[in-house]
């Protein structure tokens, strides 16, 4: 198998589980319906982990165009082999979208809010204020591709790494999740809302393409600058690379403070 093909497999087998929780906890007549946070995250902290299982021995499983584009930076990753991984990540998580809305064909429209619909397939903000989305999902993706190369430089029990990374998952989604849904990755918003743009879902709404910018540059800025400062840090490693990175960022943060200063 390609590592174009595994990361096809891979992310699909992610979305299906993780666009699938939040479709039990979300939609009406599910069993699942109204389970919280909490079983969304370790939903999601799964669906990870079971997704590097199936082919992290194929492609790495990166599943993640942040951590792709984080670990190319940083040498890790060639980059010849950069756009087949995100355009595999990006098919497999259309692909796997389409799997839940299939697998959930009764429930749609049965008194769901159209936001609630998109919620299954897409993140959005809990308080719409978009340089402090953006710096949430920058923050969010940076702990998950700094942490990623920290797990990656121990010596685990073979097998163990995938359900530390799901643990990882866990970690994020409880602490940092709440502000924006953490999609800690472009494929996985990007993905999903094609598919809720595409499908003839029942009593779907807007697909908020306005927001939809945030889960896909806050995570890239994120990961680049999460692999570039664990190789600063523990490598002695510097690129101009990290340098613009830690500019932008402080460009963000400086504009999420101006932006909630101005609503205060």
Do not use: C
């Amino acid at each position: 198998m390609s590592d174009f093909l595994g990361e096809i497999i891979g992310t699909m087998l992610l979305i299906i589980l993780g666009n699938g929780v939040n479709a039990g906890v979300t939609l009406k007549k599910s069993y699942a319906e109204s389970g919280g946070w909490i079983v969304i995250t370790i939903g999601w902290g799964l669906a990870v982990t079971l997704g590097i299982y199936a082919v992290g021995r194929i492609s790495g499983a990166h599943l993640n165009p942040a951590v792709t584009l984080g670990f190319a930076f940083s040498g890790a990753h060639k980059w010849t082999e950069v756009l087949p991984y995100i355009s595999g990540q990006l098919i497999g998580a259309i692909l796997g979208a389409t799997i839940v809305w299939l697998h959930y064909l009764p429930h749609w429209g049965k008194a769901n809010e159209a936001a609630s619909q998109l919620g299954v397939f897409a993140t959005g903000p809990a308080v719409d204020s978009k340089w402090s989305n953006l710096l949430s999902e920058l923050i969010g993706t940076f702990v998950l591709v700094a942490g990623l190369m920290t797990i990656g430089a121990n010596e685990f029990t073979e097998g163990l790494n995938p359900l530390v990374v799901g643990v990882l998952i866990v970690a994020i989604g409880m602490s940092l999740g709440g502000t924006t849904g953490y999609a800690i990755n472009p494929a996985r918003d990007l993905g999903p809302r094609i598919a809720h743009f595409i499908l003839p879902i029942k009593g779907k709404g807007d697909s908020n393409w306005s927001y939809s910018w945030i889960p896909i540059v806050g995570p890239i800025l994120g990961g680049v600058l999460g692999a570039l400062m664990y190789q600063w840090m523990f490598e002695g490693v510097t690129s101009p690379v990290l340098y613009v990175s830690l500019v932008l960022t402080f460009g963000v943060i400086g504009m999420a403070v101006k932006e909630n200063g101005a609503k205060a």
